[in-house]
């Protein structure tokens, strides 16, 4: 009998399998929903015309399965299938559709490249007076192509077109590293692309984050360096094996393009009556007098061993969405509301007279009925157009993107109609991962709102805001919210690779920065200095990954740089064990705290100190064991001991109280297991909920506080006072700011005030995904779906309705396949649906019943509860 075949082969965690930066590409598949769970699989390799089989493999595992075959070389293609035995039906399936694992250029000898870009000197130019380049390259091909591929990145950010067609949908890359020890290139397969006879190659050229305006305060121009310039190889291989390689090189040629200015920030002018629009096609004889616009490329340097090929799916355009309202004004302008504060540019269709110039403005908000550009600072987040009066135009900017739900159109040429204008949604193109419903159209609009943060400040790398001049790398918001995001999207190539930049801007004496990459900033900022919370990212970050994952790797990549956090703060706390030293943090932006001070919480931010310090020496200890450093795993647990004894002796009174008596303190150490027994843990529960209720059930944490303090009601037995806390719409609450139209979380939780007035602070954003971390206790306790064990192989089914919620559900692609559940409440009784992926066992934990356990499957249950509705 012939079983369903195994799909969606994938290699590492790349999109397609093109260009892996691995001579051993780990393997993984999925299994239909119904099927039952794989007893063994068998992996077919055609390589050069010759197949292997590593015949049948009696094994369950099917996640990032190690490479059997012979190692890739660069360059190397490998066409994979996989075959798979189960235990519901006797027999093999069929083979999976083939999967192609590619190499990249593995080795850095194996370039020939050198940047290239424009030989005027732009680099002392102010960074808003900038002018990008173009640079371009013809070629003649006389033999037949087979395959070709292009290797390319940049000094800055680039699009390249071939034969006049743009090469790949990505966005802004090579997106933002630590560009001097690591820049990624990317690889596309452009064999259709090329022609017999002449063909050209020209690539557009922006300053991005490698030589553009970066940081608030005025912000810093050329961290990385002044050149803009791009730099790639085109190899094409032919049908009698020679292959022909085009490099970048002084070769090439570079002119100012109809570009006028670029910024991340500010925005792009572009003046549509300068350059010809084939440009980057091969030149007839009626293009001759272009030849005066093109002049040498100057020619720049790059360590190649710093380049890196790219981790998982680039930035691209995930969404249109057309305005909702579009309203002309007395002045003859135009505001559009897109009903979503979203992250992306906007794309027009205009026609018109030669050099009408259309303006495109951008913000987050409305007051007084226009837009609210305070909070964005010093970021102009516009975008201008000139015509060039030929027909219909299309534009949309290159190489910037801004955060709004509102724009304002100025010199539109005659009535704005329907589909002139869309907003394209832009970020790393993650897939979607995990699901959440429920009864209640508020918190779902909560959730939402998470999702659409989520989408708007991952991009590239995880930022905190994508509006203002800032959207940096912060490590704590990402410290907060890794559990949330890995439910919600595989980012887990993402969120790899941005912690390698963190290991490589760690110091040497194991100093995390607040925000990687690093950049010149402001005192506090810099120089660099430990505080709690945020450099954590090291030791806590990787260990949620593996949770989410199951994949140790992950682990092992990032261990040096959470033992080395440990380790500084151990020699900050001494043989006290009590990080009482330094400037922290603390619990940021409590709702207490001045506006003007966001550090001012009500929270001994050395109390917060304290008990990060055990819970990442807690955490360092799970991965030393994971990975079989048995010297290691003992050592960061006795220290752990050690920290919440300390931490017991200096902030726990006799009475039971803590000396900071806030909702922040004793929800870390409920969460970080930081009291001694459960009757400790009992009365710092009480004491909470006590506190959540004299403060009207409204929100009294910050950014450290506010992802646990459900937790911390919920395990001490407050779970009504968690719903509460959820459920309340009162300023500060998570739904406030759903009642007042938020689309997106905000930064503050009266960024915008109940009397429709900003708040004064200089620091308020309208997208800033930290305090949704609150998402990862809706998916665990109102939904009731967890990972009991890394990777999902056994999972946690234990739904806790209230708030008068009468349903909720939710659903995750764990590596094994498709976990899910949900709940209805109808009178007395409760029926529950669950489903287990193949190869992996849950256990069911619904009310009044004892627990069940599951194997893979569906399985649909009625208990009686006392829910109250």
């Known amino acids: 009998m012939t079983l369903p075949t195994p799909g969606s082969v994938t290699f590492e965690r790349s999109p397609d399998g093109l260009g892996l930066g691995t001579a051993r590409p780990r393997i993984s598949w999925r299994l239909p929903e119904a099927s039952g769970s794989q007893l063994a699989y068998e992996l077919e390799f055609q390589r050069a015309g010759l197949t292997t ?229 091969p030149r007839g004889a009626d293009r001759g007098a272009d030849d005066g616009e093109w002049a040498p490329v100057a020619l720049h340097e790059r360590d190649m061993s710093t380049l890196v090929p790219a981790q998982g799916p680039p930035v691209r355009c995930t969404a249109v969405i057309a305005p909702v309202r579009s309203q002309r004004r007395d002045d003859g302008s135009y505001l559009l509301d897109f009903g979503q504060n979203l992250v992306g540019r906007l794309a027009i269709s205009v026609s018109g007279p030669r050099g009408t110039r259309v303006a495109l403005r951008h913000a987050e908000i409305l007051v007084d009925g226009d837009l609210a550009m305070g909070p964005l600072r010093q970021a102009r987040a516009t975008d201008e157009y000139m015509l060039r009066g030929e027909g219909t135009e299309q534009w949309e900017p290159r190489f910037t993107i801004h955060g709004f739900r509102y724009a304002t159109v100025t010199g539109w040429p005659g009535e704005l109609t329907e589909g002139s204008i869309v907003a394209r949604v832009y970020h790393t193109d993650m897939e979607p991962a995990g699901t959440f419903e429920c009864s209640d159209p508020l918190v779902q609009r909560l959730h939402e709102n998470v999702r659409w943060s989520m989408r708007g400040n991952f991009v590239g790398i995880p930022t905190d805001c994508p509006a203002r001049d800032e959207r940096l790398g912060w490590t704590g918001d990402v410290q907060v919210f890794a559990p949330t995001a890995l439910f919600l999207y595989d980012c887990a190539a993402m969120l790899d690779s941005w912690l390698t930049d963190v290991g490589l801007e760690q110091l040497p004496d194991g100093t995390v920065p607040w925000f990687v990459p690093v950049i010149p900033s402001p005192p506090p900022w810099t120089p660099i200095r430990p505080g709690a919370g945020w450099g954590d990212v090291a030791a806590l970050t990787p260990v949620a990954l593996y949770q989410a994952t199951g994949d140790a790797e992950l682990l092992r990549r990032h261990y040096a740089a959470g033992r080395a956090w440990v380790d500084l703060v151990s020699s900050l706390a001494g043989p006290g064990r009590v990080w009482d030293t330094g400037f922290q943090l603390g619990d940021w932006l409590d709702p207490a705290a001045p506006a003007d001070d966001p550090a001012a919480s009500e929270t001994d931010p050395h109390l917060i100190a304290t008990a990060y310090f055990a819970w990442s020496a807690r955490h360092v200890s799970i991965a030393a064991d994971v990975l079989g450093d048995r010297a290691g795993a003992e050592k960061y647990r006795e220290l752990a001991g050690e920290v919440a004894r300390a931490f017991r002796s200096r902030y726990l009174l006799k009475s039971g109280r803590l000396t900071s008596d806030t909702q922040a303190s004793y929800a870390v150490a409920v969460v970080f297991g930081l009291l001694d027994g459960e009757d400790a843990a009992g009365r710092a529960g009480r004491r909470l909920a006590e506190l959540v209720a004299d403060n009207g059930y409204r929100i009294g944490t910050g950014f450290i506080g506010t992802p646990i303090v459900c937790d911390a009601l919920t395990v001490t037995g407050h779970l009504d006072a968690a719903y509460r806390l959820l459920m309340q719409t009162e300023c500060p609450s998570w739904l406030y700011p759903v009642t007042q139209g938020a689309t997106t979380i905000w930064e503050r939780w009266d960024s915008l005030r109940p009397n429709g007035t900003l708040n004064p602070a200089g620091m308020t954003s309208f997208n800033h995904f930290a305090l949704g971390s609150v998402a990862d206790w809706m998916h665990r306790v109102v939904a009731g779906l967890a990972p009991a064990a890394p990777g999902y192989r056994k999972i946690e089914f234990r739904p806790r309705p209230g708030g008068g919620l009468t349903s909720a559900a939710a659903s995750h692609q764990t590596p094994y396949g498709r976990a899910a559940i949900s709940w209805e409440i109808a009178g007395e009784e409760m029926s529950v649906t669950m489903t287990v992926p193949p190869n992996c066992t849950a256990t069911a934990h619904l009310p009044g019943v004892p627990p069940v356990e599951m194997g893979p499957g569906t399985l649909r249950m009625r208990v009686k509860t006392d829910h109250d509705r």
């Open 53 to 281: 089989v590593t015949g049948r493999v009696t094994a369950a595992e099917r996640h990032l399965v190690p490479w059997p075959a012979e190692p890739l070389a660069s360059r190397d293609r490998v066409r994979v299938r996989v075959r798979v035995w189960t235990d519901d039906e006797p027999g093999v399936s069929g083979w999976s559709e083939p999967a192609w694992a590619e190499a990249a250029l593995l080795d850095p000898g194996q370039w020939s490249a050198v940047p290239v870009g424009g030989a005027w000197d732009s680099g002392a130019v102010p960074s808003a007076d900038r002018r990008p380049a173009r640079v371009r390259r013809e070629f003649t091909l006389d033999k037949r192509v087979v395959s070709a591929r292009l290797y390319a990145t940049a000094h800055g950010v680039y699009e390249a077109e071939i034969n006049g067609r743009r090469v790949g949908g990505d966005a802004l890359s090579p997106g933002w590293t630590v560009y001097g020890r690591r820049l990624q290139y990317l690889t596309y397969d452009v064999t259709s692309y090329l022609a017999a006879g002449r063909n050209a190659i020209g690539v557009w050229l922006g300053d991005g984050w490698y030589r553009g305006r970066l940081g608030f305060g005025g912000g810093t121009s050329s961290i990385y360096g002044t050149d803009q310039s791009w730099l790639a190889q085109l190899e094409i291989t032919h049908d009698d094996g020679t292959m022909t390689v085009i490099a970048t090189d002084s070769s090439w040629q570079a002119a100012a393009g109809p570009i006028i200015t670029s910024s991340l920030y500010d925005g792009e002018v572009h003046d549509g009556r300068l350059g010809s629009a084939d440009w980057s096609r």
